[in-house]
């Protein structure tokens, strides 16, 4: 456990670097939120509902929304993945005494507590200045069950993106799987608009993927519009259980078949 | 041979690779269908090597050198064949072997690119699970061997060439390895450089007695380190034994390159040695190593409109190409 520790030091110090870079990284995500807000208070312009969603609701969901974008998705997983696959880095890993899976999910687990630090301050700050203006409920359950649903989807976006870089083992170059796949997860995970604003037929499907787990429930938790209840904690965990599983044998199969190719 | 630590019999790998012709066309077509084919880049090789060996191997690009590295630290499972190091099946990757060697590569980078080296130091010391007085001994040891004192605590990205390679291979070192593996460690390095590193690694291999296998495209790297050379061409061994008895026969001449600033006739050339290409205003002449200061001398002294003039090793290609025509 100790080695992983060290990993996790590492890559948070990396991430210290950069400072500038990660200065732009955030005001992007200000500029996101700043842009929805904008938006969908010129939409809600006469007042009104769409769905169920009031201005208040909306403006509330994009800011948990972005929240957990910059804390579970802040990062390119299988970009960086495939490209230490690709470029045969993955060879330094395999005749060192560490395992590969748990070396790159704590050299990444760096970069997401760095991260938390920075969005919590600002989503903070955004819920002190519009909490009361849009008359929002703080409850000790509804956050911590929101924090621990937000860890729930790191691990799922980590785990589909890792699985997605390491398709690169059968694919050689996988970029635009890895555009393909972010574009339509998020969209599936609410990262676009409310999932109840879809069609039903389109959540029925979405109630077998894993993806609404990533955004929308810990968001509709924070929001108040989903009861806490035990299924909305045990699914996301039988997901995370059977991608772990399911990133374990591709990684098996696939180093079969990159030693067959010389790496 | 008894006492051997490592051992490789009839060892094979052959890989599978798509091929594609040259040209638009192909890639296209190369969209929709693959033919997969197969290279033999390792065949039936086979020997052994005993502790606190410095053996080099030597053969053109492609030859297998790398392939065979990569499977004796088990980057690669073999395709037939067995090989042992310290009584372990590299390719099981068991974490009780890989504390027990290193495997440097010249153009790969394993430290921490945006740190200093030395977190990536501490990192190793962690994976490796190496004690705490025994790390800081062989990392004041390495440094100071390596003269690196004011580097490590430099970020990687901006250090020199050189000078990462130094921390690589303090990196590598630092859990005492038995075996150590060396593919092309002084690679694009000055001529500095790869001296120091020449220089630090015959002082480890004697003070340590580390086993160490070392490729390079250096004939002087082999010169200097290894007794022993084993020449592979075209994934088969064709030479192995003392490095005296092969370059006695083969890399006892030097080669001599003069630019002239005019056109020159050959015959006014021939007197100097025998020439190998010669074009009207640069000619590369081969003269034995005991004659390499006399005719440098002679050349520079004469009337020639000599230029410019450069003195080298005979390739290692070439010296296999020898050694290859001959076995046939």
Redesign the interface.
């Known amino acids: 456990m100790k080695k992983y520790l060290a990993v996790l030091k590492n890559s948070f110090q990396a991430n210290l670097i950069y400072r500038f870079n990660f200065f732009f990284y955030f005001l992007s995500q200000f500029i996101s939120f700043g842009i929805l807000f904008y938006i969908w208070t010129s939409i809600y312009y006469q007042g009104g509902k769409i769905g169920s969603y009031e201005l208040a609701d909306m403006i509330f969901y994009y800011l948990g929304a972005i929240f957990i974008g910059v804390v579970a998705k802040g990062m390119d997983v299988a970009w960086q993945i495939g490209d230490e696959i690709r470029m045969g880095q993955l060879n330094a890993f395999l005749l060192t005494p560490i395992n590969y899976f748990w070396r790159k999910f704590f050299s990444f687990f760096g970069g997401m507590v760095f991260r938390s630090f920075v969005a919590s301050l600002l989503f903070i700050t955004g819920l002190y200045f519009l909490a009361e203006k849009f008359n929002f409920q703080f409850s000790l359950a509804k956050i911590s069950s929101f924090l621990f649903l937000v860890f729930l989807s790191y691990l799922l976006n980590w785990l589909i993106f890792y699985i997605v870089g390491i398709s690169t083992f059968w694919f050689g170059f996988v970029w635009a799987l890895n555009y393909s796949v972010q574009v339509t997860a998020n969209f599936l995970e609410g990262g676009l608009i409310p999932l109840d604003l879809l069609p039903s037929w389109l959540n029925m499907l979405n109630n077998f993927l894993p993806f609404k787990y990533i955004i929308f429930v810990p968001v509709s938790i924070f929001t108040g519009r989903l009861e806490i209840t035990w299924s909305i904690f045990i699914i996301p965990l039988v997901w995370v259980l059977f991608l772990y599983l399911l990133a374990k044998l591709l990684f098996k199969v696939g180093l079969k078949k990159y030693e067959g190719f010389g790496g | 041979m008894e006492n051997s630590i490592i051992s490789v019999k009839n060892l094979n790998k052959t890989?599978?690779?798509s091929s594609k012709k040259a040209g638009l066309f192909e890639s296209a077509k190369h969209l929709f269908r693959s033919d997969d084919k197969i290279t033999e880049?390792v065949r039936e090789i086979n020997f052994e090597i005993g502790a606190g060996e410095f053996v080099g191997f030597i053969g053109p690009n492609g030859a297998g050198k790398t392939?065979t590295l990569?499977m004796l630290?088990?980057?690669?499972?073999p395709t037939s064949g067995q090989a042992l190091v310290l009584g372990y099946k590299p390719w099981e990757?068991k974490?009780e072997y890989?504390?027990q060697?290193a495997?440097v590569?010249g153009q790969?980078n394993?430290l921490?690119?945006?740190?200093p080296p030395i977190?990536?130091f501490?990192?190793h010391r962690?994976?490796?699970?190496i004690e705490k007085s025994s790390f800081e001994k062989n990392l004041e040891e390495l440094v100071k061997l390596l003269k690196v004192e004011n580097v490590v605590e430099k970020?990687v990205r901006q250090l020199s060439l050189g000078e990462r390679m130094k921390c690589e291979l303090i990196n590598a070192l630092l859990h005492d390895p038995k075996v150590l593996f060396l593919d092309e460690p002084t690679i694009g390095l000055d001529v500095v450089a790869q001296k120091n590193i020449r220089d630090f690694l015959i002082k480890y291999n004697q003070e340590k007695k580390t086993t160490i296998i070392l490729t390079s495209h250096y004939m002087r790297d082999i010169l200097q380190l290894c007794s022993r050379v084993v020449v592979i061409n075209l994934g088969k061994i064709v030479y192995d034994g003392l490095l005296e008895d092969l370059t006695i026969a083969y890399a006892l001449e030097k080669i001599i390159t003069v630019y002239f600033e005019r056109e020159v006739s050959r015959r006014e050339l021939e007197v100097f040695g025998e020439i190998d290409q010669f074009d009207g205003f640069k000619v590369v002449i081969k003269v034995p190593r005991e004659k390499l200061k006399e005719t440098a001398v002679n050349i520079l002294s004469s009337n020639l409109p000599v230029e410019d003039i450069d003195i080298g090793e005979e390739e290692i290609e070439k010296i296999v190409r020898h050694i290859f025509a001959k076995k046939n």
């Open positions: 890989y599978k690779y880049a392939t990569k630290s088990g980057i690669l499972t990757r974490a890989q504390k060697f495997l590569m790969k394993q921490w690119w945006d740190l977190e990536s501490v990192l962690e994976i490796y699970e970020p």
